[in-house]
C-alpha cells in the first residue's frame, strides 16, 4: 500500500522548534519531489518546501525562508521538515504531498492544488 503519514507536530510556544516526519510507505520517496504544505482554520492550503528528487534541489515559501528547513533521509524514506523560530501565524495542520514532478518550485506553487488526496497531516500549535 502506497502510504505517507505525517507526524511530529505538538503544542510549542513562540520561539520554539519541531521536526515533522513524512514517512513513506509502499514506494521509494526518494524518486519523488517532496513537499510540506499546511492549512490553517478557514484558510487555504498553501506549499511552504519542498525537495527534489536525490535531495539535490530545495524550494522555500519566501513566508518561511530562514526558519524552516526541509531534509530527507533516505535510509528511512522520510522527509523532514524543522521548524524553527515558530510564530503566531504558523499554527496549522501540516502535510506532505509526493509527485513525479521534476519541478520543486512546480509541486510548491501550482501542482499541490489539483492533488485530490491529503493525508490526516500533524496540527502544529503555538502556544504560550
Known amino acids: 500500500q502506497v502510504q505517507l503519514v505525517e507526524s511530529g507536530g505538538a503544542v510549542v510556544p513562540p520561539g520554539g522548534s519541531l521536526r515533522l516526519s513524512c514517512a513513506a510507505s509502499?514506494?521509494?520517496?526518494?524518486?519523488?519531489?517532496v513537499g510540506w504544505f499546511r492549512q490553517a482554520p478557514g484558510q487555504e492550503r498553501e506549499g511552504l518546501s519542498c525537495?527534489?528528487?536525490?535531495?539535490?534541489?530545495?524550494f522555500y515559501n519566501k513566508a518561511i525562508k530562514g526558519r524552516f528547513t526541509i531534509s530527507s533521509n533516505n535510509a528511512k524514506n522520510t522527509v523532514y521538515l524543522q521548524l524553527n523560530n515558530l510564530k503566531p501565524e504558523d499554527p496549522a495542520v501540516y502535510h506532505c504531498?509526493?509527485?513525479?514532478?521534476?519541478?520543486?518550485?512546480?509541486?510548491?506553487?501550482?501542482?499541490?492544488?489539483?492533488?485530490?488526496?491529503w493525508g490526516q497531516g500533524t496540527l502544529v500549535t503555538v502556544s504560550s
Open positions: 504531498a509526493a509527485t513525479r514532478t521534476p519541478s520543486t518550485y512546480a509541486l510548491c506553487t501550482t501542482e499541490y492544488k489539483s492533488l485530490e488526496e
Open positions: 525537495i527534489g528528487a536525490g535531495g539535490t534541489t530545495t
Open positions: 509502499g514506494f521509494t520517496l526518494d524518486d519523488y519531489v
